[in-house]
């Protein structure tokens, strides 16, 4: 047997797709190398782009906190403004009307409408009103009369003769306290007249 040379590359080489040329196929793989090669290209600038924007963000002291706020209010933007937002109010705005505008949505207002006007007219309403209304009215006469009571009951104590005999009481008591500490403090620190000797300690030894 002879030796046949063999193509290493086209052996490595899995078979073209059914369809397309050997030429279809070498420009097919020639566009992916590229289109791989651009994808590594951006990943890269966009990581330059992340790291020099965290270095702005920490010069300017945001917080991450910060961020995640306006992460979720731009995210809160972008649905309201999507369209399946927008489709669901007008849908939801459309069913409101179809309800607020239904027979059965009207019976049941006007029947409710018709029972808060019986109710409100009725005697027994009406009566319970009065009743809460009186009885907030004597709540505060009473109470301002036990304040007056209070305060004229007090008057008339401290003008009584028994109150005022027990003030003069005080007064004698703090007088007398009051002119006992002054002799006591007068007799402690008086000093010695000339020629008085300081009396002597007899204490035996």
């Not at 040379?5 to 369809?19: C, H, K, L, T």
């Not at 070498?26 to 890269?44: C, D, F, P, Y």
């Not at 009743?131 to 006469?141: D, E, I, V």
Request: aromatic share 4%; charged share 30%; net charge negative.
């Amino acid at each position: 047997m002879t030796d046949v040379p063999v193509d290493s590359a086209a052996a490595a080489r899995p078979a073209a797709p059914e369809g397309l040329t050997l030429a279809e196929e070498e420009e097919l793989r020639s566009e992916l190398a590229k289109v791989e090669e651009e994808i590594g290209t951006l990943r890269q600038v966009l990581a330059a782009k992340e790291r020099h924007c965290g270095e702005l963000k920490r010069k300017l002291g945001l917080t991450p906190l910060d961020g995640l706020k306006q992460n979720l209010s731009k995210s809160w933007h972008d649905v309201q403004v999507s369209n399946a937002y927008v489709k669901t109010s007008e849908k939801l705005g459309e069913w409101n009307d179809k309800v607020t505008q239904s027979d059965l949505y009207l019976s049941a207002s006007s029947t409710l409408e018709d029972w808060n006007e019986k109710l409100t007219q009725s005697e027994a309403y009406k009566k319970t009103q009065e009743t809460l209304s009186q009885a907030g009215q004597k709540t505060s006469a009473a109470l301002s009369n036990v304040g007056s009571v209070i305060r004229r009951k007090l008057g008339d104590m401290r003008n009584s003769a028994t109150f005022k005999s027990f003030e003069d009481r005080v007064g004698t008591i703090k007088s007398r306290v009051v002119g006992s500490r002054e002799n006591s403090s007068d007799c402690l620190h008086s000093p010695l007249g000339a020629g008085e000797k300081p009396p002597q300690d007899n204490t035996p030894f």
